[in-house]
């Protein structure tokens, strides 16, 4: 597994939440993209509550990272897009669920709809993979 090096320094804030300031990817190194994740389930089905969708959103992350041979640790970046007024909680849990104590950096953001008015939450993310 590549080492990256994530940094909170001193001369900023400590972070608020399950992030990092900043993620150094050593040279060597492969990036994996991954598009917008929301909570379809591979059988195309979509559950209606949010820790449901937020559950299948990271376990689609989850999928897509192991279909590189990565898994969650892998992750530099992560961006979430949670409708304004659903259950946060709900999206930081499934988060801890899947990512457990790694604190990639992150960005999490209320957004008045998503493309489809059932989706709750959507996740992006960027991993890395060691090219050696």
């Known amino acids: 597994m590549t080492t990256v ?3 909170n320094p001193p001369t900023v804030h400590t972070p608020g939440g399950a992030y990092s300031h900043t993620a150094v990817v050593p040279g060597g190194t492969e990036l994996v993209f991954l598009s917008g994740q929301i909570g379809v389930r591979p059988d195309g089905t979509l559950p209606e509550s949010v820790p449901e969708q937020a559950d299948q959103v ?4 989850t999928a897509l990272l192991s279909a590189h041979g990565l898994d969650a640790r892998a992750i530099v ?4 897009f949670i409708v304004a007024g ?7 849990d499934a988060r801890t669920k899947y990512l457990g104590a790694h604190r990639p950096a992150s960005t999490a953001v209320f957004v008045s709809q998503l493309v489809d008015p059932k989706w709750h939450v959507e996740v992006e993310a960027v991993a890395v993979r060691s090219m050696a």
Do not use: E, G, W, Y
């Not at 990271?58 to 992350?61: D, E, H, M, V, Y």
């Open 5 to 7: 090096s994530f940094v």
């Open 58 to 61: 990271f376990a689609n992350i």
């Open 86 to 92: 659903r259950d946060l909680q709900a999206v930081r």
């Open 77 to 80: 970046k992560l961006t979430m």
